[in-house]
């Protein structure tokens, strides 16, 4: 007899599967790396090299307002040279594999990352 969830699981290996067939989190380490490149190298003064990424997560949406189709979304933060979060990259991929769209979102320059700390750094000294 099948356990309740055999079915889920099954899903869920097979979404493994493919985000390792597909090198999902490996094609999103190089697509916010891209984005600097087609922007001349620097965005909101931040040079691809300024910053250090880390998976977040693979998710996969089979029904939604924003697209009639289902996808997996590959979601890697940037972060500072601190440490601090600087922002995300976003990749959208189909479930055939085919790259529907990506987003970087920088949630703060680098002057205004810079300045917080340095106070940061000014209050412990």
Not at 36 to 57: H, P, Q, Y
Not at 100 to 105: A, F, G, R, S, T
């Amino acid at each position: 007899m099948n356990r309740p969830m055999d079915w889920a699981e099954d899903i869920v290996e097979r979404l493994a599967s493919f985000a390792d067939e597909q090198r999902l989190v490996d094609q999103a380490e190089k697509g916010w790396r891209a984005w600097f490149v087609n922007e001349g190298g620097t965005i909101e003064g931040w040079r691809a090299d300024d910053l250090n990424s880390k998976f977040r997560s693979l998710m996969l949406c089979f029904k939604s307002a924003l697209l009639p189709y289902p996808y997996i979304t590959t979601s890697v933060g940037l972060f500072g040279p601190n440490g601090g979060d600087i922002g995300q990259y976003r990749r959208i991929t189909l479930l055939n594999g085919d790259v529907n769209d990506d987003y970087l979102e920088i949630d703060c320059t680098k002057s205004k990352y810079q300045e917080r700390h340095a106070r940061t750094r000014q209050r412990r000294a």
